[in-house]
């Protein structure tokens, strides 16, 4: 395939602005005959940056302030960082020198952070400026974001420039952040200066009166191989200047407040600036179905959820059955060097209690974003149950039929092979089917690093606060972990001895 074939992967981080911008671009290149594969809702950063330099992704939004100091890890002097085009030309330079990757020109607005508190905060402690929070922040509860908590032009930098500490500070998603300060499980939280949500809740955001905070200037950041094609450059370039902050707000309030369809609000968006080409996309606006019932909902995403079940599916199928490979022979080797059976059993069980987000990002800086680093992952959490059920299956195999295949003359491969692992069979099933349950859950986690499948709408409305839309992935999956035990255990009984499969019903009457 010619490098000009290749589909453009856009991609987006967490946040309803970084959707909305990575679908104006997939729109953008299509309308101009580019093929477009999506990977939107990426996590943090350092993960969208990551993808961006080793080419597991073309091009997503991404903000100069945010390069400057969260992916160059560099300072300007007063003056220069003050100024939008300093910092940009400083930021693309760097960027192309260290990294290889470019940036092109920002899109003609800036969205910089913004602390918000309730207005009846603002009032009640006269908080107008970042100074007056630091004063009253011993008293206060802050949920921020995991980035905004982490990065150095974050709370970090923050606490740095103002003396800013907090009574506590609570980690929470984009979307969510909004609504726990509504009521009032919070009094402070981070937000964007274009956010639609702002006007929503009524919120104040408070003066960054020290210019702690450099200009983010948004514009579209190519990776080394979208860099190199000239037909991507000169589309994207395109929308150069073309978004006002006006114009950002009011498409946000769209997304964030209006519940309309991203998609919808990019095609409109792009008519609007002179980019767009053909008809408005097809289906109504999530903001018409909210009056239906959650039946209907799901019933008119029907397509959407089939297609990324199958996805998922798939990924939990090779995964276990990866894994299958691996640990049966394991758990059978095990068995017999059982001196080894407790440290390897028990470092595989230290797996198990790795966070799935934690194994995922750890995946990152080696495989890169995508379906391989998600497989790895999960193969990883698949390998102890079946493991362990494989090992134990054998090593307790009844004694007497054991005994009795001995006297008879078998080899010890025999008695293995014909006595004690058809004996083992539903012990192996069990572990099997713990880890098909445990990795169907731990899968849908694997859009946050592109890898696609159930956990896609789940990521998306949580960014988004649309509850119906996390409904739509977090049921089918629950459906899905539900129908792949049955169907496991179905396999179980099986494989199970029929002198055990008639034990079992008379124990159960």
Known sequence: MSLSAQPVVVASKPFGESYLLCEMFAQLLESHGIAVVRRPGLGATEVAFGALRRDAIDVYPEYTGTGLLAVLHDSLPPAA????????AYVARASTERFGVRWLAP???QNTYAVAVRRATADSLALRTLDDLARAAPRLR?????DFIGRPDGLPGLARAYGLRFAEVRPLAPAVKYQALAARAVDVIDGYSTDGLLAKYDLVALDDDRRFFPPYEAAPVLGPRAASRADVVATLSLLAGRLDEPRMRALNRRVEVDGEDVARVAADALRDIGLGRGARPAGAARSATRTTSLGAYLWGRRATIASLTARHLALVG?????????????GLALERARGAAGPTLGALGVLETVPSIALLAFMLPLLGVGVLPALVALWLYALYPIARGTY????????AAVEAAEALGATAAQRLLLVRLPLAAPVIMAGVRTAAVITVGAATLAAFIGAGGLGEPIVTGLALADTRLVLSGALPAAALALLVDAALGAVERLVTPPHRRGGARRERH
Do not use: K
């Open 81 to 88: 960082a003050r100024d939008p085009r300093a910092v940009y």
């Open 318 to 330: 090779a995964a276990l059955g990866l894994a299958a490979i691996v640990a049966v022979p394991l």
């Open 107 to 109: 899109l003609g607005f």
């Open 392 to 399: 134990t299956g054998v090593r307790d195999a009844d004694p």
């Open 142 to 146: 802050a949920g921020l974001t995991a």
